[in-house]
């Protein structure tokens, strides 16, 4: 029996050791850090798990992350492991399974092993987005069009200016007025607007006559044109211009944050950045300080963390305002 059960105890152990060594390898979040002109990366505490020796780094999307190495781009995931080797111009993050990639002024699309979707042959692209992707291609006159995940132009809007697509409509430009179209390229609003925003939580930012109001998806008014400017909802509320202040709504066009602030963001896991007096600090959705303006500069939270910088130091902050990571160069 004693023999038994010390096996099992033995087991238990090696279970949790084999345990701990894969969570601390599935890092949820990893951020891009410079070093001596290197770049690499660190995890929400800030230890650098990816050691700089890339030329440049960006954020990761879909379990894979951009980086430079011998001048041109490829992927690596979070093992560090290059997964795409570095043969491209520029890329685009991976989104719905797809990224963009540039060779010789060219776009194209891979897939997360480094298989073409379609090789490079379009004068520009965006990212997939609700199942399709913009692209255009140029004869002297721009050419837009929407391709599907087969690579088949499913949209083709000849010289019609248009933009990526959000919960299933894109914004259409035809003289010089905006309005949206549905995933199957017809107008489901017609272009009448001076300027238009993509549709966020069932909501569009549109200006007429210099003043911004909202439309739904029927086109239909829900928030009177009376801003001077407007982003859209996130979470919620939206940020909006009055006597050149900021402040925020919700979707009844009520006043939920004074405006009183040079800057806002959008609002990510209930924290905004905002700018009074010259320095940056962060708010919840109350109009609370959580983490009070000292900053030069300051960028969204990205799960636990946010590049910011002081007078005298930049590097990564956490949720209460403190530098868990400096940037030494």
Request: aromatic share 14%.
């Amino acid at each position: 029996m004693y023999f038994y059960t010390r096996l099992l105890f033995i087991g238990l152990i090696l279970s949790n050791i084999l345990l701990s060594n894969t969570a601390s390898n599935e890092h949820l979040y990893l951020y891009p850090i410079i070093e001596n002109g290197k770049w690499g990366y660190i995890d929400e505490l800030g230890n650098v798990v990816i050691k700089p020796s890339y030329e440049a780094a960006r954020f990761f999307s879909e379990g894979l992350a951009p980086i430079k190495y011998n001048g041109k781009w490829g992927f690596l995931n979070k093992n560090n492991e290059i997964v795409i080797k570095p043969a491209f111009d520029d890329v685009g993050s991976f989104s719905e399974g797809y990224a963009k990639v540039m060779l010789n002024n060219l776009w194209g699309f891979v897939d997360k092993s480094g298989n073409y979707l379609i090789k490079p042959k379009y004068y520009g692209a965006g990212n997939f987005k609700d199942s399709l992707a913009l692209v255009v291609e140029s004869n002297e006159v721009l050419h837009y069009k929407f391709i599907d995940k087969n690579g088949k132009v499913v949209i083709d809007l000849n010289n019609k200016i248009c933009f990526d697509f959000s919960e299933n409509l894109a914004i259409i430009e035809i003289k010089n007025k905006n309005g949206f179209i549905n995933n199957k390229g017809k107008i489901v609003i017609e272009p009448q607007y001076d300027s238009a925003s993509s549709f966020s939580e069932g909501l569009a930012v549109v200006e007429l006559n210099g003043k911004n109001g909202f439309i739904d998806k029927q086109g239909k008014k829900i928030i009177d044109f009376k801003f001077y400017n407007a982003k859209n909802f996130s979470e919620g509320l939206a940020a909006v211009e009055i006597a050149g202040k900021w402040g925020y709504i919700n979707k009844s066009g009520k006043i939920i944050i004074s405006p009183k602030y040079d800057y806002v963001s959008d609002f990510s896991n209930n924290i905004s950045v905002v700018k009074i007096n010259n320095l940056y600090g962060y708010i919840n959705k109350k109009g609370t300080f959580i983490i009070k303006p000292q900053f030069v500069f300051a960028n969204q939270f990205i799960g636990p963390l946010a590049k910011a910088a002081t007078k005298d130091k930049k590097g990564y902050i956490n949720k209460k305002g403190s530098f868990i990571w400096l940037q030494s160069d």
